[in-house]
């Protein structure tokens, strides 16, 4: 199995507060994705990573920053957590762009 | 954006019977993905195919590229196939996934 690593796995959180979920990987990949997943909808892009440094935005980007200062990893911030964050988040790695992509086990964020 | 539609949306099958997944896209891509996701949330690539047909045990994976559609079969389906199936495009770096096949496979 690919190398990556999420934390937290869970958190509990009320509005307002800033969080930061973290992405691991020990293979060196490339790109690194942040993706939430609710019910009813597929998996959605909300940033992506091409590098150190090299960052852009995915499909429902509004409310999350994102940053990549070494290539191993890629963190997600929400800097005012709102309820409608509330989501199951996965970070995704690829060596190449077009490759499968490998993910990592969730993160499960709960905002009350 | 490309619209990735999958069918049916829930699927329940006796064990042993052969299964049939289905997704279309609504974009020309550069490759087409399938992906299992087993309660408890881990998510699996099966399978990434830009033309033609592949096959990995007991899963075979089809796409036609004219008709932008592809399909998933599970032959002698297993209780331990019971997973959602998710079907995602691709153009470039990014995927655009469907919103899954939910699979139980009763014994």
């Known amino acids: 199995d690919a190398g990556i690593t999420q934390s937290p796995r869970h958190k509990v959180t009320e509005t307002g507060t800033p969080v930061t979920l973290r992405c691991h990987q020990t293979?060196?990949?490339?790109?690194m994705y942040w993706y939430r997943q609710d019910p009813g909808h597929g998996l959605r892009l909300i940033h992506y990573?091409?590098?150190?440094?090299?960052?852009d935005k995915g499909e429902v980007s509004d409310g999350y920053s994102v940053s990549r200062s070494k290539t191993e990893d890629f963190l997600l911030t929400l800097e005012s957590a709102t309820s409608s964050q509330t989501s199951v988040y996965f970070c995704?790695?690829?060596?190449?762009?077009?490759?499968?992509?490998?993910f990592g086990d969730g993160t499960r964020l709960s905002i009350l | 954006k490309n619209e990735v539609e999958q069918s049916p949306q829930n699927l329940t099958a006796q064990e042993g019977e052969f299964i049939t997944i289905n997704c279309s896209y609504s974009?020309?891509?550069?490759?087409l993905h399938w992906l299992q996701q087993h309660p408890g949330g881990g998510i699996v690539s099966l399978f990434m195919?830009?033309?033609g047909k592949k096959k990995h045990g007991r899963l075979i994976a089809t796409i036609n590229i004219q008709e932008k559609h592809s399909s998933l079969h599970i032959t002698a389906s297993h209780p331990r196939d019971s997973a959602v199936y998710i079907c995602?495009?691709?153009?470039?770096?990014?995927?655009?996934f469907g919103k899954g096949t939910s699979l139980l496979v009763t014994p």
């Open positions: 995704a790695i690829s060596d190449v762009g077009n490759q499968p992509q490998h």
């Open positions: 293979e060196n990949h490339r790109y």
């Open positions: 990573s091409y590098g150190v440094k090299d960052t």
């Open positions: 974009v020309g891509i550069s490759a």
């Open positions: 195919l830009s033309s």
């Open positions: 995602a495009a691709s153009s470039g770096y990014a995927l655009n």
